[in-house]
C-alpha cells in the first residue's frame, strides 16, 4: 500500500499519459501549452539539463506556484521572490524527483507551499500578524480568505469536493491551507481547541482525499 | 506531544511549529502508513493550489530562466552541496565540510531506501537543508567526543538546534538500536528519535536545544524507549 503509485486522477499534467516522443502542440497566445506530456515526463527531461523543458514547466507550473505563493504571503512583491526561488530550486534539484512517489504537480507545489509559510513565518509581517490575532482585523482577514478563495476556485472538482466538507473542516483547511496560518493561529480565528483544530485539519484532508480520488489506485 | 497519527494534516499543511514538524518527520520514518497518509494530503494540497492559480508578473519569466542558464543543477546522486550552501567569509573548517557532505549524502540517500513516499523524501531535503544551514552557521559550536564501544561522535550547534553526527559506529547488536536524547537536567530526559546507521555512520537533526543541554546516545531495544535504560555511550554537552 505504501509504495503504490500516487497519482492525479485528473487535471493538467497526468490526462492519459500521452507518448514521450509525440509532436509538441504550443497554442500561441493561450492562456498555457497544450500538454502533449505528463509534466512527470517533463521534470525528468528538466532533471537532465534541458532548459527547453524547463522553460515548457515554467509556462505550466509558474502560475500556480505564484498564485499559492500569492495567496499565504498576500504581498505580491514577496511571492514573485518566492515564486522566482521555487522555481529556480526545481531546476536545480530536479533529478531529485522520483515520479513513484508522487507527481511532479504535487512535488512544485509541496515545496511551494512550504517555502510560502516558511517566509510568512520568519517575516516581520507575519510578527505583525501574530500580534493583532484576537482583534477585529483578524475577523476580516479570515472573512478575506475565505472570499478568496470561493471566488477564485476555477478547478470544478476542486469546489466540489470543498462544499462536502463541513464548514467548520473547510474553514480549518482553507485557512491553514491558503492563508498559511499555523493550527495555532487557525485555533485562534475559529475559537477552538488546539486538539480540536488537529483533527479537523486531518478529517478535512481525508474527506478531500477520498472525494477527489487522490491515492486510489491507477 | 499530541500522537503524531493525528498530525498529519496539520504537518501535510505547513501548520506545525518546527519542533512539532521535527517530531512528526522522525515518526514519518517509522510509520508507512502516516508518510503515505501525507503524501496523499500533499497531493490534496496540489488540487487546492489549483484553485488559486494566478497569472505571474510577465517579467518574471524572463527573469527565472535567465538564473537557470546561471544555476549549476545538482548531479543526480543528490549529493553534491553546491559551494552556495557556504556562505562567503566562513572559514572552510575541513572536518565540518566533510562532516556537511557525509550528512547530505546520508540524508539524500536514505529516500531511496527506507522511506517510502514522496513526502519522506521531502523531508530528507528539508532535513538536509537543516543540517546544512547549521553547518555554515557563522555562529555555530562544536564539541566531539568517543562513543564507548568504537567511533566518534559531533555535535555543532547553531541558532537553537543541533547537528548530532556520528561515525564508525559499531553495530548496536541485533534487536537494538541506538537512540538520542536531550538531556536538560538528570530528570529531563527527552528522546530526540532513534539514530539509522548507515556504514557505521549516522546524522540528525535536533529542534530546540543550546547552551546548558546535552546530547546522548544510548543502546535500546528497537523501537526505542521513553527513557534511557542503559548508561549513555557518549554524552556531549552543548559548547
Not at chain 1, 531529485?96 to 512517489?101: S, T
Not at chain 1, 466540489?160 to 466538507?165: A, I, N, S
Not at chain 2, 557563522?138 to 568504537?150: D, N
Not at chain 2, 559506529?169 to 534487536?175: A, E, H, N, V
Request: net charge neutral; aromatic share 4%.
Amino acid at each position: 500500500m505504501a509504495a503504490r503509485r500516487l497519482r492525479w486522477a485528473g487535471g493538467q499534467g497526468a490526462v492519459g499519459d500521452p507518448p514521450a516522443t509525440g509532436p509538441r502542440v504550443v497554442v500561441a497566445g493561450g492562456d498555457a501549452p497544450l500538454p502533449t506530456q505528463t509534466l512527470d515526463a517533463v521534470l525528468e527531461r528538466v532533471a537532465r539539463g534541458d532548459e527547453a523543458a524547463f522553460e515548457e514547466l515554467y509556462d505550466r507550473m509558474a502560475g500556480t506556484v505564484f498564485g499559492l505563493a500569492r495567496s499565504v504571503l498576500r504581498d505580491p512583491h514577496q511571492a514573485e521572490e518566492v515564486a522566482q526561488e521555487v522555481l529556480l530550486e526545481v531546476w536545480r534539484t530536479a533529478s531529485r524527483f522520483e515520479a513513484a512517489r508522487g507527481s511532479a504537480k504535487t512535488w512544485i507545489c509541496t515545496m511551494a507551499h512550504r517555502r510560502a509559510v516558511d517566509r510568512v513565518r520568519s517575516s516581520q509581517a507575519a510578527r505583525a500578524r501574530e500580534a493583532t490575532v484576537g482583534a477585529a482585523q483578524t475577523e476580516r482577514d479570515y472573512d478575506v480568505v475565505v472570499e478568496r478563495v470561493e471566488t477564485r476556485l476555477e478547478a470544478e472538482r476542486v469546489r466540489h469536493c470543498l462544499e462536502g466538507l463541513t464548514v467548520r473542516q473547510k474553514d480549518a483547511v482553507t485557512l491553514a491551507y491558503y492563508g498559511g496560518h499555523s493550527y495555532a493561529q487557525v485555533a485562534t480565528l475559529l475559537k477552538l481547541p488546539l486538539g480540536t483544530v488537529k483533527t479537523r485539519l486531518r478529517d478535512g484532508l481525508i474527506r478531500l482525499r477520498d472525494c477527489l480520488g487522490v491515492g486510489s489506485d491507477d | 506531544m499530541t500522537d503524531p497519527h493525528l498530525l498529519t494534516g496539520a504537518y501535510a499543511l505547513d501548520a506545525l511549529d518546527d519542533v512539532e514538524r521535527a517530531g512528526v518527520e522522525r515518526h514519518l520514518r517509522d510509520c508507512p502508513e502516516c508518510a503515505t497518509e501525507v503524501a496523499e494530503f500533499h497531493e490534496v494540497g496540489g488540487w487546492l493550489a489549483d484553485g488559486v492559480a494566478l497569472p505571474p508578473p510577465p517579467e518574471l519569466k524572463a527573469r527565472v530562466l535567465a538564473q537557470v542558464r546561471e544555476t549549476r543543477q545538482e548531479s543526480p546522486a543528490g549529493a553534491a552541496p553546491s559551494s552556495r550552501r557556504v556562505p562567503r567569509g566562513v572559514p572552510r573548517r575541513p572536518l565540518l565540510v566533510a562532516a556537511a557532505a557525509v550528512l547530505l549524502a546520508g540524508t539524500a540517500s536514505l529516500g531511496g531506501l527506507a522511506w517510502q513516499s514522496h513526502e519522506a523524501a521531502v523531508d530528507a531535503r528539508l532535513q538536509a537543508s537543516r543540517i546544512a544551514s547549521v553547518m555554515t552557521d557563522p555562529t555555530r559550536t562544536e564539541a566531539s567526543a568517543q562513543v564507548a564501544g568504537g567511533g566518534t561522535a559531533t555535535v555543532v550547534s547553531a541558532g537553537g538546534s543541533a547537528v548530532f553526527a556520528a561515525h564508525d559506529l559499531k553495530s548496536p547488536g541485533k534487536g537494538k538500536t541506538y537512540q538520542l536524547w536531550v538531556i536538560g537536567a538528570p530528570k529531563d530526559i527527552t528522546s530526540a528519535g532513534l539514530l539509522e546507521l548507515r556504514d557505521g555512520d549516522t546524522q540528525a537533526w535536533v529542534a530546540d536545544v543550546g547552551r546548558g543541554k546535552s546530547l546522548a546516545v544510548s543502546v535500546e531495544p528497537s523501537g526505542g524507549s521513553k527513557q534511557p535504560t542503559t548508561t549513555p555511550v557518549t554524552n556531549i554537552p552543548i559548547a
